[in-house]
């Protein structure tokens, strides 16, 4: 299993940004996919997840401002992220897990400036 992520880039605070995270391999029908993210000097942290269902998970920080969503048929699992703040700056990494297994795609750079 791969994951590719893309679309991370600079952007001023208030504004957004759409990340993507494409699967590809033996990717089976009940999974979970998800971001995470690690700022600096920081633990990595769950951002949202989202089961193969269409249920939603988000860290309480991001609730209002980030939205995750998936499609089944590409394998892919999207994150737009709104409201950005200088705090938002990270890499964020895809994750999806499935029979047990982690799998971790190689991060997006996200920076927020002031």
């Known amino acids: 299993v791969q994951l590719q992520a893309s679309g991370g880039g600079l952007v001023q605070a208030g504004g957004s940004l759409r990340l993507s995270c494409a699967a590809s391999?033996?990717?089976?029908?009940?999974?979970?996919m998800g971001w995470y993210r690690q700022a600096p000097g920081k633990q990595r942290e769950l951002v949202a997840s989202?089961?193969?269902?269409?249920?939603?998970n988000y860290a309480d920080s991001m609730k209002g401002r980030f939205t995750i969503s998936r499609d089944n048929t590409k394998n892919t699992v999207y994150l737009q992220m709104n409201s950005l703040k200088p705090e938002d700056t990270a890499v964020y990494y895809c994750?999806?897990?499935?029979?047990?297994?982690?799998?971790w795609g190689q991060g997006t750079q996200v920076t927020v400036s002031s």
């Open positions: 994750n999806l897990i499935q029979r047990g297994t982690d799998y």
């Open positions: 391999g033996s990717i089976f029908s009940f999974n979970l």
């Open positions: 989202i089961t193969n269902g269409g249920s939603t």
